[in-house]
């Protein structure tokens, strides 16, 4: 190739060519290192999340209020026995005689104090006479001591002291020719009658208020009066059920064939068990009905 220069005019040199190849090293080398510096943390993180996880507790404590509650709970013990008042009074003349009156009659109302039946008193008047005069007699005696020594005076005290115990006796005996009721109820028997000589074997000399545990209401007192407002039942428990039956616990009781249940609360339980016929222990309970049945 020709070239044409005119004048003196400086011609420039060519411009030299760059390497290409080493050019191309250059922007590998950066793009390798890039990727190097972006995989560093990259992997970091992976590994973390992979191999490096967080321990996960699934266990959870769930915590839960309630309402504590009292409940009854019931158990059905078999008793035999019998339903009978709660209250009842055996009564008996106490003194001997013959019976003058009978003011009651088998089913008759009676209260507290009200008279039953009478027997003649006229040897009981007697004996109160004769111990009065005993005992005034007794008393003269010991006045007369007045002047004597010490153990005649004693004596004479001591005469006046068993003079004033007959008397005492006398007028006792001579109250209880009348007979009386000691509660109020309602007359179940009467076993005397007018006339009747009432000798040393003339029935019972209970006298007073009794609580009878007998399944029947035959008595052999003179007398026997019922409060049927409050009634109980008088029976028996097997040695299987007595541990589970004490005093204080609330009941009910079906009376006969009726399957109305009564209200009840065990009053007593015995400690002392009696044989049956076939040898098996039993123990005496006694229940009684709410008054509001």
């Given at each position: 190739?020709?070239?044409?220069?005119?004048?003196?005019q400086p011609?420039?040199?060519?411009a030299?060519?760059?390497?290409?190849?080493?050019?191309k090293?250059?922007i590998?080398?950066?793009?390798?290192?890039?990727?190097?510096?972006?995989?560093?943390?990259?992997?970091?993180?992976?590994?973390?999340?992979?191999?490096?996880?967080?321990?996960?507790?699934?266990?959870?404590?769930?915590?839960?209020?309630?309402?504590?509650?009292?409940?009854?709970f019931?158990?059905?013990?078999g008793?035999?026995?019998?339903?009978?008042p709660q209250?009842?009074?055996?009564?008996?003349?106490t003194?001997?005689?013959?019976?003058?009156?009978?003011?009651?009659?088998?089913?008759?109302?009676?209260?507290?104090g009200?008279?039953?039946?009478?027997?003649?008193?006229?040897?009981?008047?007697?004996?109160?006479?004769?111990?009065?005069?005993?005992?005034?007699?007794?008393?003269?005696?010991?006045?007369?001591?007045?002047?004597?020594?010490s153990s005649?005076?004693?004596?004479?005290?001591?005469?006046v002291d068993?003079?004033?115990?007959?008397?005492?006796?006398?007028?006792?005996?001579?109250?209880?020719?009348t007979?009386?009721?000691?509660?109020?109820?309602?007359v179940?028997?009467?076993?005397?009658?007018?006339?009747?000589?009432?000798?040393?074997?003339?029935?019972?000399?209970?006298?007073?208020?009794g609580?009878s545990?007998?399944?029947?209401?035959?008595s052999?007192?003179?007398f026997?009066?019922?409060?049927?407002?409050?009634?109980?039942?008088e029976?028996?428990?097997s040695a299987?059920?007595?541990?589970?039956?004490?005093?204080?616990?609330?009941?009910?009781?079906?009376?006969?064939e009726?399957?109305?249940?009564?209200?009840?609360?065990v009053?007593?339980v015995?400690?002392?068990?009696?044989?049956?016929?076939?040898?098996?222990?039993?123990?005496?309970?006694?229940i009684?009905?709410?008054?509001k049945?």
């Open positions: 190739m020709s070239q044409e220069i005119e004048g003196n011609v420039p040199a060519p030299p060519e760059m390497p290409k190849p080493k050019k090293r250059h590998v080398r950066w793009i390798v290192i890039a990727a190097v510096v972006i995989a560093i943390p990259v992997g970091y993180f992976v590994y973390q999340a992979v191999f490096n996880r967080p321990q996960i507790d699934f266990t959870q404590t769930v915590t839960r209020t309630a309402t504590v509650e009292k409940q009854d019931s158990e059905t013990v008793v035999d026995g019998t339903l009978a209250t009842k009074a055996e009564l008996s003349f003194v001997n005689g013959k019976v003058t009156s009978v003011k009651v009659a088998v089913g008759d109302k009676v209260k507290k009200a008279v039953l039946a009478t027997i003649d008193s006229t040897e009981l008047q007697n004996q109160v006479d004769l111990a009065q005069a005993d005992l005034e007699s007794a008393q003269a005696s010991y006045n007369d001591t007045s002047s004597s020594d005649q005076r004693k004596a004479a005290q001591a005469q068993a003079a004033q115990a007959s008397l005492d006796v006398a007028k006792e005996n001579l109250k209880a020719a007979l009386k009721s000691t509660i109020s109820g309602t179940a028997e009467v076993n005397i009658s007018k006339g009747d000589q009432l000798g040393e074997s003339g029935g019972s000399s209970s006298g007073g208020m609580y545990s007998s399944s029947t209401s035959t052999s007192a003179q026997l009066i019922l409060n049927a407002s409050k009634w109980q039942v029976g028996t428990l299987a059920d007595v541990g589970s039956v004490k005093a204080g616990q609330s009941a009910t009781v079906t009376v006969g009726s399957t109305e249940a009564l209200k009840a609360t009053k007593s015995g400690i002392v068990a009696t044989s049956t016929d076939d040898g098996q222990a039993t123990f005496p309970v006694v009684t009905l709410d008054e049945n």
